[in-house]
């Protein structure tokens, strides 16, 4: 796939007819190096459909998050994680640690906000032996941490950078591009936590948590006790899925008494359908070589 | 002397079957191994300083003009202007015979420690594990140790007898390696020169007025007679002469650590020169502790100093490793961190192995993470990070929440079959702040009743920036609490705190906690 050219091609069923030929004319003006460089949509998708299957996803045993994700987190792909504060965000990376170190595999924490507290994970349900725990100081500590994690194999790394502003930065979009090429070569997941986007073209997806809204319990003659929060999860870019898809997330707290319903927020109302791009039925004719610009 | 009467049998051969691998101008080889892009310069090794320094040892270009061991250092550049010259190097050398004594451990576990660039080893049945394409068993087995030994970056010299004389002779002689069948010991050794045997210079006159001027012509005279007149010098060369050991070989102990450095030609003051050489000598090191199935757990750095004195460092690794980048990270960093403070004039690199870390596969199960790359990895991020900001999370007892420890990360090995993933119990984390945030907090009229008052508004007493990043400002929506947290009262370091959960009205989620000592709030946590 690396490489490829992906084009704005109509891939639905009923085009499909008129795609091929459409691709197979801008296959025959283009030089031959560039040839085998250019993908319909439909072979793209058809490529990440085989990826898929090859690597299968790592469940985070979030329901919110594998719906969204169709399974779980992908493997080979960088996942960022957008949140403000009291987003739910830390208590998501919590829970894909708790999944991965649950079925017996290793996980990385890159934590540059240096928040773990290992009680709360140990009873969030992670496995404190088979999590590796690195607190760097700064953004570029954290990137080339995580970096190392990925390239030891680990098949969860997940990179928290603490509350806002992060520490260092926004980071290059290289060295991001640089991490998601490192969890693509290695087959690991790599969920990036950050307040705002950092990632920037290197995500395969981006999920937004929408600010929780605070779940109490009791009022009146009896003490107020934080039940939980509760949030929602939609989908701001995925490669393959249309943004705008969204899904509630409940979160309690360990004191919350069980059996206690966390109402989500709505979803939004949805957005409106965009246009279909047009299909390239003619393609322009090929520029002549001379009057090109000196 | 009547010697065919009087001739005594001796002892039959031992059956052993000895190696010996011998390198030739032994300080030039070692000097070679640690500087091997001196090989194609005329190089000499001398002793002494200044113009008083004679040469050991030439290389093939300097003797082909004129050099030879025991001129001086200016008589040999007047024939050989491009001369290099370096001193004898005791580290070069002791790293060089370690080597040595390696390669031939690869191949017995019954060797010996001979010095200046000797080792025996007993190779008695060794040889049926040779010769599968027709070739003498023996000769394979030579021509491998040859091999070895150049892999390792020494040109040694093989010979296989029944003796360790007749081995080293052996070994000394060109087109190695040279096999005395067992039992011709002393057909082999009888044309050879006397002064193979290296006797005492006493010893030596004596032969040479009594005539005898070959191995063989020693060999001959009664064993009994030259015992009664040369004494037990005597009788132990005459036992040499006819190719028996008059000492067996003697096994060395392995030594606890590997040793790898070299004497600077002139003292360096800068780092990136000397992480230039010291890389040369760890790839050596690293490569040794290969060969033997080992990796490093502690590396040990001693330097000696311009005009005088010594450094040691020491380096802990977190998991055995052998990868020479992490390794010369970890020197860097040690370096720059804390500076020799004088010009460095030698160095060696002391490696404390361990064996590698390893890993069963299993075909159900998770995979489980490369030993070799988790070592690697986990030494790059010591370097990187420090040793406290790497490792596993472990509670600690009690209950405050900023307390927590780390210990070195080692995960058990995966479940032999895949477990399936459980629903998560969706908790609530907490994001902790270390260190806590001191807030300054308005709380409502508690009255007369003593109770703590919850809180109606906080400000973080922090600094302007650090507020903006903080942002832990605000009316209070919501309080919930107190719970109470009190431990180590009996301490010299108490904990009496009353907790409070509190949202605040621009958004937030988070958990102050009063010192009930002191009266002062805290921010140390926030729902996250």
């Known amino acids: ?294 | 002397m009547t010697a065919a009467a009087d001739a005594d049998p001796g002892p039959a051969p031992a059956a052993a079957r000895i190696a010996c691998l011998h390198l030739p101008l032994f300080p030039l080889a070692a000097r070679l191994r640690a500087e091997p892009e001196l090989a194609r310069e005329a190089l000499a090794v001398v002793d002494g300083n200044g113009n008083a320094a004679r040469v050991v040892a030439a290389n093939r270009l300097a003797r082909g003009a004129g050099v030879k061991p025991g001129q001086t250092l200016p008589q040999a550049r007047a024939l050989c202007p491009k001369l290099v010259a370096r001193p004898g190097d005791a580290a070069c050398e002791r790293a060089a015979q370690e080597a040595l004594l390696e390669v031939a451990e690869r191949f017995s576990p019954r060797v010996e420690d001979a010095g200046d660039g000797v080792a025996y080893l007993d190779v008695e049945g060794i040889d049926r594990h040779f010769g599968k394409d027709g070739t003498p068993p023996e000769l394979d087995l030579g021509r491998s140790l040859a091999a070895a030994a150049e892999a390792a970056g020494l040109p040694a010299r093989v010979g296989i007898a029944s003796s360790k004389l007749a081995s080293r002779i052996a070994a000394g002689l060109p087109d190695s390696p040279v096999i005395v069948p067992a039992g011709e010991e002393a057909a082999f050794l009888a044309p050879l020169p006397l002064s193979r045997l290296t006797p005492e210079i006493d010893l030596a006159a004596t032969l040479e007025r009594w005539g005898v001027r070959s191995i063989g012509d020693f060999a001959r005279l009664p064993a009994k007679r030259v015992a009664s007149r040369l004494g037990k010098s005597g009788r132990d060369l005459h036992a040499t002469s006819r190719g028996l050991d008059p000492r067996p070989l003697v096994p060395r102990e392995p030594p606890p650590a590997f040793h790898e450095g070299m004497s600077l030609e002139w003292p360096l003051v800068s780092l990136e020169p000397f992480l230039f050489v010291g890389r040369a000598a760890l790839e050596r090191l690293c490569q040794r502790l290969e060969s033997c199935g080992l990796a490093c757990t502690r590396l040990e750095l001693n330097l000696r100093l311009e005009p005088d004195g010594h450094q040691t460092r020491s380096l802990d690794l977190p998991a055995p490793t052998r990868d020479v980048k992490t390794l010369l990270t970890l020197v860097r960093l040690d370096l720059e961190a804390t500076p020799p403070g004088a010009p460095v004039a030698a160095f060696a690199f002391l490696a404390h192995p361990d064996r590698p870390r390893e890993a069963q596969l299993s075909l159900y199960g998770p995979a489980a993470l490369s030993p070799d790359k988790l070592a690697t990895a986990l030494a790059r991020l010591f370097a990187l990070l420090g040793p406290d900001r790497v490792g596993s999370p472990q509670p600690v007892d009690g209950h405050r929440p900023e307390r927590f420890a780390l210990v070195p990360y080692a995960p058990p090995p995966p479940p032999e079959t895949r477990r399936e993933p459980r629903t998560g119990r969706g908790l609530l984390a907490v994001r902790v702040l270390r260190p806590p945030v001191a807030l300054e907090v308005i709380t409502e009229d508690a009255g007369e009743t003593g109770e703590p008052a919850p809180p109606v508004e906080i400000r973080a007493l922090v600094s302007e920036e650090e507020k903006k990043r903080l942002r832990i400002d605000g009316r209070v929506k919501v309080a919930s609490g107190p719970w109470g947290l009190e431990e180590g009262w009996w301490t010299d370091d108490p904990a009496g705190r009353d907790y409070w959960d509190v949202e605040l009205a621009g958004g937030g989620l988070y958990r102050l906690y009063r010192d009930r000592a002191t009266g002062e709030w805290f921010a140390d946590g926030v729902y996250d």
């Open chain 1, 1 to 294: 796939m690396a490489g490829a050219l992906p084009l704005a091609l109509d891939t639905g069923p009923d085009d499909a007819a008129a795609t091929a030929p459409a691709v197979g004319r801008l296959r025959a003006v283009l030089p031959a190096d560039f040839r085998g460089r250019v993908q319909s949509a439909r072979e793209l998708a058809r490529a990440r459909r085989e990826e898929a299957a090859e690597h299968p996803p790592l469940p985070t045993a979030v329901p919110a998050l594998d719906r969204l994700l169709a399974g779980g987190l992908p493997r080979a792909h960088l996942v960022e994680l957008v949140g403000a504060r009291s987003s739910g965000r830390f208590s998501t990376v919590l829970a894909a640690l708790a999944a991965t170190t649950g079925v017996g595999e290793a996980a990385a924490l890159v934590d540059l906000g240096d928040g773990l507290d290992p009680a709360a994970a140990l009873a969030a349900g992670v496995d404190l032996a088979r999590l590796l725990w690195l607190r760097p100081a700064d953004l570029q500590g954290a990137l080339a941490s995580a970096e190392i994690a990925l390239g030891a194999g680990f098949p969860l790394v997940a990179l928290d950078l603490g509350p806002p502003p992060v520490r260092g930065g926004r980071g290059i979009e290289a060295a991001w591009l640089r991490l998601a090429r490192s969890a693509r070569a290695h087959g690991a997941a790599l969920l990036v936590a950050s307040p705002y986007r950092v990632s920037g073209t290197a995500a395969t997806a981006v999920l937004r948590a929408d600010r929780a809204r605070a779940v109490w319990q009791g009022g009146g003659a009896t003490p107020w006790l934080l039940g939980g929060a509760a949030t929602r999860l939609t989908i701001e870019k995925h490669r393959g899925t249309l943004p705008g898809q969204s899904a509630g997330l409940e979160l309690k707290t360990a004191e919350c008494p069980p059996g206690t319903r966390i109402q989500t927020p709505a979803a939004p109302a949805a957005a409106a359908p965009r246009p279909r791009p047009a299909v390239w039925e003619e393609l322009p004719e090929p520029r002549r070589a001379a009057g090109g610009r000196r």
